[in-house]
């Protein structure tokens, strides 16, 4: 199947630090990809969608100003997560849409201490 | 209404047993349907999609799907430890995927 790669896996950062995470489409040009976030024992949460060479779409409740997207590329998409708190400690996930579903990446642990 | 639900579990299955899942959406619309596997602490793996009514197989695993009843369902046959995990459903009412809280299925020795 198509492969998304997200980096990195986990991240511990200092709380008021910014954190960027990476996903790649390795072997395929993804227009759109899916950012998640995933608390433990909840489900996944769509924060936004990522349209390359446009501006994200965000979820309601998420602040775009904190959570910067950028897909600059056919095969890239970055988050940051600007002055990280405790409370953003999470698993954020990627996906890229491929025909009729979608495929993930490896996922983020962010600890923010 | 959620768009999509699912019994939250956990199911408990002895080996070699069958796990029923079942989910259920809210928008006819829907046209594609999916389920995936997440084990604890790692991102979800697609294990079968579905589109039309009817049965789909694929190993130890067979999707069903009835539209007319917005219902989609996962069995799995022959369950090993190994497929102890939690299970998402997950239905495209637009271009977004849409999913459950997922199932979590316990598989004991």
């Known amino acids: 199947g198509a492969v998304v790669s997200q980096h990195p896996s986990w991240v511990i950062c200092k709380s008021g630090t910014s954190v960027k995470i990476e996903c790649r489409s390795l072997d395929f040009q993804a227009t759109t990809m899916f950012w998640y976030r995933q608390f433990p024992k909840q489900s996944l949460m769509l924060m936004a969608t990522s349209n390359e060479g446009s501006k994200a779409t965000y979820e309601q409740g998420v602040e775009k100003d904190k959570f910067l997207i950028n897909h600059a590329s056919l095969t890239l998409s970055t988050l940051t997560v600007t002055s990280a708190h405790p409370e953003d400690s999470s698993f954020y996930i990627c996906s890229a849409r491929v025909g009729q579903g979608a495929f993930f990446g490896q996922g983020t642990r962010l600890t923010v201490v | 209404q959620k768009e999509v639900e699912q019994n939250s579990g956990p199911l408990s299955v002895p080996e070699g047993a069958i796990a029923s899942l079942n989910c259920t959406y809210s928008?006819?619309?829907?046209?594609?349907f999916f389920w995936y596997r997440q084990y604890s602490g790692k991102s979800p793996e697609l294990i079968m999609s579905i589109y039309s009514n009817g049965d789909k197989e694929d190993g130890r695993f067979t999707a069903q799907l009835n539209k007319a009843s917005q219902y989609v369902s996962l069995l799995i046959r022959d369950s090993q430890p190994s497929d102890s995990a939690t299970y998402l459903c997950?239905?495209?009412?637009?271009?977004?995927?849409?999913f459950g809280a997922g199932t979590t299925v316990t598989v004991r020795a």
């Open positions: 997950a239905v495209t009412p637009d271009y977004k995927l849409s």
């Open positions: 928008d006819r619309g829907s046209q594609s």
